[in-house]
């Protein structure tokens, strides 16, 4: 396997990692404080690119530490960090373009970093063969909040397109096929990729656009919230010495705790500032986008189980005997659905009324006793795969092995994100439901979500149906329409809900598409009943 690359931005050298290739810490922009980013200046000598790509400044999280199994400090500081690193298969023949996933971590833009172990693709890129690029960009101040004395906005947003565009100019040179390049992030990661589907040159960067556990119900009408925090990061000059500006973060964030919801991440992209649409413009942009770019949206069960528990208030209810385990329950499911749940399902039906084509999932899987379920992050290791040295406290498993006989690894990092076949092959139409009860559910989406009379349905074939809503997508069972005798033709694939009176029937007929015909009319004094 040849260790060298030479591409237009200059020559490179990586190392090989068992059955992998890496090259990391390449210069993808240049910045100064508080200023947009530049491409990084070409270089002539051999850049050797065997050092990580450094952390943004931040301040410890060690919540997030003790629950991820990551480690404050286990990459250097460095506001000079738009870097990103390579992973590639070692095995690759000369040649050969496979597809690219560039990724977005999270972090709730403040904390983070490409090149974390956690987020190390190894796994992915050996068992998938694909090329992944892990990005790092700026954070908090330095990356996400404007001033009324002009500082910018949206640099992180834009140091990630910068990074985007050096993938378009020099990937091929690392095998990698420009013209099948996927987006995808988690978390505040997953959010960044919904927005660079609002910016001008999103079509040409990426084909495809993997939005994990986005907080897309809490980025709008923050205004207010961002000018408060604003006024308080006055303060911060470019002189500030960098780890006084992650101090002086505490103070912003504590100006956005009046805001309630939305203040949860307080730090994020502003609308209305390059180079993103204003607010009311948001919906066009990514309109405008959706033909030339599939998604694949979705999140876990119990989003908010990962947040809730650290509540003294939450935590003294739920200990209450019967009720309180109840309570919990709702208030998890009410914060996920508000900040997670229904943002991902209007964002995917958009997408497709607008042109695009759209699945969607919702992860339910659970570690067996482990107190945080389904919740935020449970979908890292699953997309990444964990090895020995970081299986973290939550996700409940002591060995490798446990994993793989959950089907954790074996089966469902493989069918979760619909990597084979969605990914590899354009051509190739992804299955309209895919199911693997107590893991996940996937679904193509549709416009609209089938809301019918119910009593219009109540004859289909000798099957009663219903059109309510659900949110339990594991333990719901699904029919699709779309004969060309229905009245619903026009409507194909729309999703009824089939109650319980109708399983029996319906566990031998749901491969079937069904003809519907409307009920009789009800008699009328004048039109008796036959």
């Not at 209305?272 to 999140?299: K, M, Q, V």
Request: hydrophobic share 45%; charged share 20%; glycine share 8%.
């Amino acid at each position: 396997m040849n260790l060298s690359f030479d591409p237009p931005c200059g020559p490179i050298t990586g190392w090989r990692d068992g059955a992998i290739v890496r090259a990391a810490g390449i210069p993808y922009a240049t910045a100064e404080r508080f200023q947009p980013p530049a491409p990084a200046p070409d270089w002539s000598e051999t850049l050797e690119a065997t050092s990580l790509s450094p952390a943004c400044p931040q301040a410890p999280v060690p919540f997030l530490d003790d629950v991820l199994g990551t480690r404050y400090g286990e990459l250097p500081g460095s506001e000079d960090c738009q870097r990103l690193t390579i992973t590639l298969p070692a095995d690759l023949d000369d040649g050969e373009r496979l597809p690219v996933m560039v990724w977005l971590h999270g972090g709730s833009y403040t904390s983070g970093s490409g090149d974390l172990a956690i987020f190390d693709p190894a796994t992915l890129v050996a068992e998938t063969r694909v090329i992944v690029v892990s990005v790092t960009y700026r954070l908090g101040l330095f990356g996400y909040l404007s001033t009324s004395t002009g500082r910018p906005a949206n640099l992180g947003l834009l140091d990630q397109i910068e990074a985007f565009r050096w993938v378009q100019r020099n990937i091929a040179s690392f095998g990698g096929d420009p013209g099948r390049v996927t987006a995808f992030g988690q978390s505040a990661g997953g959010d960044a990729v919904a927005h660079l589907m609002a910016t001008p040159d999103a079509a040409s960067l990426f084909q495809r656009a993997i939005i994990q556990s986005a907080p897309l119900g809490i980025t709008r009408g923050r205004e207010r919230m961002t000018a408060a925090m604003g006024v308080a990061a006055e303060a911060v000059t470019a002189a500030t010495p960098a780890m006084d500006v992650v101090a002086i973060e505490e103070d912003v964030v504590r100006a956005a705790r009046k805001f309630g919801l939305m203040a949860a991440m307080p730090f994020g992209i502003q609308y209305g500032h390059s180079p993103l649409p204003e607010e009311s413009g948001l919906d066009r942009a990514w309109n405008a986008a959706a033909p030339a770019i599939d998604i694949l949206i979705g999140y876990t069960a119990e989003e908010a189980r990962l947040f809730l528990p650290r509540s003294p208030r939450l935590g003294r209810v739920a200990r209450i005997p019967v009720v309180g385990s109840a309570v919990l329950k709702a208030v998890t499911w009410v914060v996920t659905e508000l900040v997670y749940g229904k943002a991902a399902r209007q964002f995917a039906r958009r997408h497709v009324r607008a042109g695009g084509r759209a699945h969607s999932y919702v992860l339910s899987w659970r570690a067996p006793g482990n107190l945080y379920g389904a919740a935020h992050t449970v979908d890292l290791p699953l997309l990444f795969g964990p090895d020995r040295k970081r299986l973290s406290k939550r996700h409940g498993a002591t060995s490798v092995e446990e994993l793989r006989e959950a089907g954790y690894l074996a089966e469902a990092v493989v069918n979760f994100l619909a990597l084979l076949g969605w990914h590899f092959d354009s051509e190739r139409e992804l299955f309209t439901r895919e199911e693997l009860i107590g893991l996940f559910s996937l679904e193509r989406v549709n416009p609209a979500p089938a809301v019918f009379d119910a009593k219009k349905l109540e004859w289909m074939n000798g099957v009663y149906l219903r059109a309510l809503p659900t949110f339990d997508l594991a333990e719901r069972l699904t029919v699709f329409l779309g004969d060309s005798g229905s009245p619903l033709a026009d409507q194909s694939e729309r999703i009824v809900e089939v109650t319980p009176l109708a399983q029996e029937k319906i566990a031998t007929l749901a491969a079937t598409k069904f003809v519907i015909t409307p009920p009789p009319a009800p008699a009328t004094p004048n039109s008796p009943a036959r």
